[in-house]
């Protein structure tokens, strides 16, 4: 079993809808929780970061850690066709991060 | 600033080749890391630098791949005997990985990555 799991998607929505990205882990040390975002042939970049359990919310992205039941969430609200591309998470203790396997959002016009 | 920078962009080689991939980091950074991505796939990590420390090589799949940093700066993955399963995406990340607070150490900043193709 991997230690991070991401729901694999793929997903298609229309514009203006609200779309719910989510990873389950099962390393109870990671304490740091990163969401990256990367478009067709370019290099993940980093969307979204925090740190042990909460909300942080930036503009249209909430992203949501609850570390008792080792899940965490990443809201887009009013989602956009600049918002098509695969979502992934990442997450990290001491050692080096590790990375949910994507999932690929598609937002249609 | 500049960004990290991967060459050569795509790469076409036929099986048995050796090929190498170069990453340029983001000046200052310490750690360097080597991952890659086949097509609707996620990343498989390869190998991670951190300064003068030895490489974090538990990733490599077979002794075909290797990976050298040199100065601590520019990174050389090298793949020698290429076998079409290598056709992948190979990211180059780097990160600070020390200083300024939490949120400096842990944020990879990535290249655009190299297409290889083997053939």
């Known amino acids: 079993q991997k230690e991070v799991e991401q729901d694999p998607g793929p997903l298609s929505v229309p514009e203006g809808a609200i779309v719910s990205l989510n990873c389950t882990y099962s390393?109870?040390?990671?304490?740091?929780f990163m969401w990256y975002r990367q478009y067709s042939r370019k290099g993940p970049e980093l969307l979204m970061y925090?740190?042990?359990?909460g909300n942080k919310e930036d503009g249209r992205f909430t992203a949501q850690v609850d570390k008792s039941s080792k899940y965490i969430s990443l809201f887009i609200r009013d989602s956009q066709p600049s918002d098509s591309a695969t979502y992934l998470c990442?997450?990290?203790?001491?050692?080096?991060?590790?990375f949910g396997d994507g999932t690929t959002l598609t937002v249609k016009p | 600033g500049a960004g990290v920078s991967q060459s050569p962009s795509n790469k076409v080689t036929e099986k048995g080749k050796d090929v190498e991939l170069r990453c340029d980091p983001i000046s200052g950074h310490t750690a360097l890391y080597w991952y890659r991505q086949s097509l609707g796939q996620g990343l498989e990590f390869l190998i991670y630098f951190q300064g003068n420390s030895a490489p974090d090589k538990s990733g490599l799949p077979s002794d075909r791949f290797s990976a050298e940093r040199t100065g601590g700066s520019v990174s050389t993955l090298t793949i020698q005997r290429t076998q079409q399963e290598d056709s992948a995406v190979y990211l180059c990340?780097?990160?600070?990985?020390?200083?300024?607070?939490?949120?400096?150490?842990?944020?990879?900043?990535f290249g655009a990555g190299t297409r290889l193709s083997v053939l």
């Open positions: 925090t740190y042990s359990s």
């Open positions: 990442a997450m990290k203790g001491a050692g080096k991060s590790t």
């Open positions: 390393n109870s040390a990671f304490q740091y």
């Open positions: 990340a780097s990160s600070l990985d020390r200083g300024m607070g939490a949120l400096a150490k842990n944020i990879q900043y």
